[in-house]
């Protein structure tokens, strides 16, 4: 699945949220060394980010 997803699309957590800017992807110690996206939003003007599991997050845009 995580073929689909690339840098620069626009996505969101399945259950809601805001939306995200996906900067990467790769394996991560955080999601128990498992494929996830690095992704960057902003609340107000503060600048934002977290990495998610690719079966987490829904694509928005291309």
Not at 25 to 37: E, H, P, Q
Request: aromatic share 8%; net charge positive; hydrophobic share 40%.
């Amino acid at each position: 699945m995580d073929g689909t997803f690339k840098p620069g699309n626009v996505v969101q957590v399945k259950t809601g949220g805001p939306l995200m800017n996906l900067v990467s992807i790769g394996t991560y110690a955080s999601l128990g060394n498992a494929r996830g996206a690095k992704c960057v939003w902003f609340e107000k003007d503060k600048k934002q980010d977290g990495v998610f599991a690719l079966v987490n997050l829904k694509i928005i845009e291309d």
